[in-house]
Structure formats: C-alpha cells, structure tokens
C-alpha cells in the first residue's frame, strides 16, 4: 500500500494536469463583457486536483499518512482473484449485452456467477437466470416502456413474440 | 381562519373516492419507482402524465403528487438495503442508513427514514399552508450570487464529510466538479472536456453514471473483497411491535436530525434550482457538524438518516411552492407537473391561488393525504424490503451488479454510460483501498451545473470582481458561514499540531 499510495497520487496528478491541458481548448480567463471563459472553472477545479495530490505525496514523503507507513498489499492473492472472477464477469456481462441482447446477458451472467462463483444448486441458478430477465423485460418494456438493447439480428425472433405479448 | 376553511374543503376533495384511489395507487407505484436504482420520481411523472388525461386536472395533479411523494420514500429504501442511493435525494441516506442494515437493524433505518419522511413532509406541508405567498417572495430574492453562496455552502459541508484526509475530499469534490463539466459548455455552447476526444463524452456524465458506478459496482466489489466472500446476511425479525419500538427509537435518537431536516429541508427546496439534494446533503452536514458525537455519523447513526431523509421530502414539497406561486419549477419532477398543468389548461402563477382556488386547495389537501398513505403504505411493504436482505449475499451481490447494469440503462439509454459505469466502479474500488472519499464526488457531480452558471452569471454581474459574494446581505453570510465550514478542519488541524509540539516539548 506504501508505493500504491505515492503511485496513485502521481497517476491522479497527472490526470489533473491532462484536464487543465483539455480545459484550456476553451478560454480559462475572464473576458471582458461575456464573464468567465468556457474552460475557466473545470480548469481551475483541475488546478486544485492537482494541488490536492501535491499535498498528499508531501503527507506520503513525510511519513505523516497512515498509508505511507503501511506494509500491507495493495491486494492479496484472493483479492486478485476476486477482482478477476467478478469484475471480468461484469466486463464479460457488458460486452455481452451486444450480441445477446440485455437479457440474455443478464441470464448468462447470472448463471455464471450463481453457479460458478455463489456454488448455488442447478436449480436454483438456472431458475433465478431465466425468471430475472423475463421479469425485468415485463417492468421495463411492458410497464415503464423503456427499451433495452436487442443484441444482433439472430435475437429478433424471440423479441418480436414478446413485443406482440405486451403490445 | 380563511386558510384553515380552505385547506378543509381541498382536503374533502382529495378523500373523494377517485382522488383518494389515484392516491393510494400513486403512492405505491411511485415507491416501487423510488426503489429501483435508476428510477425515480421524474421518470414515474413523466411516463404518467400521458394518463392523467383520463381524469379532471384535479385528480390528475393528486396524482402526480402522489407519485413524487412515494418515490421520496423510496429512494431511501434501496440506499439501506442495497446500498446504492436509487435517486441523487438519497445519496446522504447510504451513509448512516447502509451501516445500520449491515449492523442486522435494517428494520430500524427503514422505519426511521419513512418516520423522518413523514415530520420532513408534515412540516412542509403545514409551512407551505401557512407562508406560501410570503416564502414565494423571499425565494426570488435569491440570485445567482445567493445561489452560488449556498452552493459553496454545501461544498463545504463536504469537508466535513469526508475522512481526515481533507486533501483528498477536496480532490473527490472537484473530481466530481469537474466530471459534471464535461460535455458542452452551457453558455456558449462549445464542446468541452471531450476526454481522450471519444464522442461518448459530448453528452456529459451523468450523475447516476458515477453513483451506481461507485456505489453499485465499487462498493459491492469492495464488500465481496473485504469480507472474503462470507458475507453475513443480516436476518431480522419483523413484527408490528417491533416496528412500534423501532419507530420509538427513531424518534427519541434522531429528532434533532428531523427537525434540521424538516425546517432547513423546506427552505432549500423552495429556492429555484436548488433542490432535495443539496437540502438533504446540507441538512446531513449541518447535523452532524452539531452533534455531540460527529466522529458516530457514517457508522449507523440514527440523526444521520433522519435528516437527509426529512429534508429531501420537505424539500420536494417546498420545490411545488415557486411552481405553484410563481410558475418556476425548484426541480425536473415538477418542471414535468409544471408542463401538465400547461396542458390541462392551468395558467401556474400568483393569480392561480384566486382563479383556481379550488384546483390548489385541493392539491394542497392531497399532500397531507398523500404523506399520511406515503407512511403507511411504505410500513406495510418493509418486511418486503426485508426480505431482500434475508437472501444470501452470494444470490444479493449478482443481483445488485444487474440492477445497477440495467438502471443505468434505462435512466440513460446508452451502452457508452454503462462502460462507464464499470470504469468508475473498478476505479472506485481502487480509490477506496488507498482511503479517497467518494461520496463528495457523487454529490459534486450533481451540484456542479448549479454552481457554475451561478458563478459565472455573479462575475458577470460584478465585472470579475468576487467581493460580490460577500457584499450582498444575503450571500455574504452564507459565504462567511461556508469559509468558517472550510477552513475549521484546518484550523483544528492546526491547533492540534500546536498542541502535540507543546506537550513534545514540556
């Protein structure tokens, strides 16, 4: 966590200084008749980012901040792997939603994780996968009439009958 | 006396059978919406307005009335239970309401925040009866300046809110500044901030963008790593004497956070563009800035879901004021009622009070309804809300990625916000490790386009000079407050280092 807290801080400052950079594509200064500039506040609010970071690399060279004195890992092996399993099933769920449509990615990841990662029984996860995704399409595109993403061509078939269903 | 006859007769109109059923069914609809990441009042009004023609004017605004008072009491129930704040009035409500359901008193914090749900908006409701043209007249002596002071106001009470570490929550607050920036400017119109030149930013970040980002996918991801996957599901009991002691101790532990709440709630939210959010926020702050034990907020507190929870419902009632008296919408629900009443052929105004006496009497009478329903129908349905907590994490977590997934979706239509909810989610774990407060961020995303164009319509005003914040009555004392806000944590800090190198060197 030592090295990760001055890491973050540099990555973090060096973030604030692209959003100066980007801010200054409009004008950052006062002109006359018109008010500040368009750029002028996130510019400055990026001013202060960045002077937030210098202050805390100072605490970290210091030694005054709790996490530059701290030898714990920024995450153990279990952490890693937490963040693997579960954050690349959400990459995974998302870049999904393209192909098999919002509910059909919402039932492949819930298979996965229930399954997979929850150990639940097949019963259980395949249930709550199917029953999840044709509950939500009946609130969201029959009650709220909002419309979620169909995936390709191939998924047309199944929507067109429950499109005819609640229209 | 001619009020109390007045409110009488609107209240007789709003029991008639009709208006009571579009009550009672709007109510519980708007608390299902409330609920539902994503989902709040805005979207329940605006997808039933189409119906309301079905009914008189009368009934119709009961109606809408009725949705946007039970969607104030749902969003507090998905940041208890779920721990991500359904709509930007219920972000404050995660930060006491979370740790006390995760404590196994998910009970408790539900019943309180529909208790304080309830005084925010019974006082309200007696406030707006009493003081409506009055209170009317004092919101438009608010310009930009005032506006701009009480936003600096609720900047500063981020400080308070934060960790230690002021220099990373005065980071998270202009992060978040800055994250509302993107997009287009809003007085030139020029494109600005388009990050790494990716067109998906032209259309700015929205706020639930961030929230579900950090509070749906970070926290969760957050909860999974820390608790090594063995999470313990809270499993109280419910029953209806427990309820009645819950409802006791949310009383005696949080009327002072009420009582901030209820009265500061109302004042913010009759101000035009103000609004429940930065009521609730500042009535948060404002709250734990005056307690005794300010280091016992954000551990389950009960003060700390009483006053967000208030303050947003007398917020929501104060924001029908200047749309009712002036014609002004406080917020984007009732800019929608605003535009029904347009329709059904409403002139909003100072002269609707004399030419609709019996459509405003009404309306009025409907709040008071409506809140008592609100209460009632949202006690009903906690054990429901309960029963979401009894399911094992592992069936909860996967759950909770969907919902924030697809309320991301329908509140913003658009894949590129849901890619970057994942960024912010997994940055928002990251950040977390290394001890940055996000909850300012959230906050800051939603007030920054408030803030700037009041700051640049003041420096207009005053040709760049800033005195203008502290020459005028009215937002010089609101500054003031806000610098003493600002630089207290400081000045403690200060006083403190002074102290330890004087006992260092006795």
Known sequence: MRYGEIVTAGVLALFSIYLMWKSADLPIGYIEGKGPGGGAWPFWLSAIMLLSCIAVMIKWVRGTSPLSQSDEPFLDGHGWRMLGLVGGGLVGFVALIAVISMYGAIAVFLLYYLRFLGRHSWALSIGLSIATPILFFFFFEGAMRITMPTGLPFTDPVFDFLYEIIY | ?506
């Open chain 2, 1 to 506: 006396m001619e009020i109390l006859s007045l409110l009488g007769s609107g209240m007789l109109l709003a029991v008639q059978p009709l208006n009571l059923l579009l009550i009672l069914l709007g109510v519980t609809v708007g608390l299902f919406i409330g609920a539902m990441p994503g989902l709040g009042s805005v979207n329940g009004v605006a997808i039933l307005l189409p119906i309301t023609f079905l009914v008189p004017p009368t009934g119709a605004i009961i109606f809408l009335a009725a949705i946007y008072y039970g969607a104030m009491y749902g969003g507090a129930i998905s940041s208890i239970t779920l721990g991500i704040p359904g709509a930007s009035t219920a972000v404050a409500t995660t930060f006491d309401g979370r740790p006390l359901a995760r404590q196994g008193r998910a009970s408790l914090a539900l019943v309180t925040a529909a208790l304080a749900s309830f005084v925010g908006g019974s006082v309200a409701n007696v406030i707006f009866t009493l003081f409506a043209p009055v209170l009317a007249s004092v919101a438009l002596s608010f310009g930009p300046p005032e506006i701009f002071a009480l936003m600096l106001l609720a900047f500063a009470t981020f400080v308070g809110l934060g960790g230690d570490d002021i220099a990373k929550t005065i980071f998270s607050i202009c992060f978040g500044l800055v994250l509302g920036a993107v997009g287009f400017d809003q007085i030139s119109g020029a494109p600005r901030l388009v990050l790494f030149d990716i067109t998906g930013f032209l259309q700015g970040i929205g706020f639930l963008v961030l929230a579900i980002g950090v509070y749906g996918i970070g926290e969760m991801l957050w909860t999974i790593e820390e608790s090594r996957g063995e999470v313990e599901s809270s499993n109280p009991k419910m029953t209806v004497r427990g309820m009645a002691s819950d409802a006791a101790e949310a009383t005696r532990k949080g009327w002072r956070g009420m009582t901030i709440g209820s009265l500061l709630g109302f004042f913010v939210g009759i101000l035009p563009a103000a609004g429940a959010t930065p009521a609730a926020l500042m009535s948060y702050g404002v709250a734990k800035m005056t307690s005794r034990n300010p280091e016992e907020f954000g551990q389950g507190k009960v003060d700390g879901i009483t006053a967000p929870e208030s303050a947003n419902n007398s917020a929501s009632t104060g924001s029908m004021l200047p749309m009712l008296t002036l014609g002004i919408p406080g917020s984007p629900t009732t800019a929608i009622l605003l535009g029904g009443m347009v329709m059904w052929g409403l002139t909003p105004g100072p002269r609707l009070f004399l030419d609709e006496p019996e459509f405003v009497w009404g309306l009025i009478g409907s709040f008071y309804i409506s809140n008592i329903a609100a209460l009632l129908i949202n006690l009903a349905f906690i054990p429901v809300f309960i029963w979401m907590l009894r399911m094992p994490f592992s069936i909860l977590a996967p759950m909770i990625f969907v919902l924030s997934i697809v309320g991301g979706y329908a509140a913003m239509n658009d894949m590129f916000d849901i890619w970057l909810i994942l960024i912010f989610g997994i940055g928002a774990f990251v950040l977390r490790r290394f001890d940055y407060p996000l909850a300012p961020a959230v906050l800051a995303i939603v007030l920054g386009p408030i803030a700037e164009p009041t700051l640049r319509q003041s420096l207009l005003l005053s040709s760049g000079d800033l005195s203008i914040f502290l020459t005028r009555p009215i937002a010089g004392t609101i500054t003031v407050v806000a610098l003493i806000l600002i630089f207290l944590p400081a000045l403690k800090l200060l006083r403190r280092g002074g102290s330890k190198r004087g006992d260092k060197a006795a």
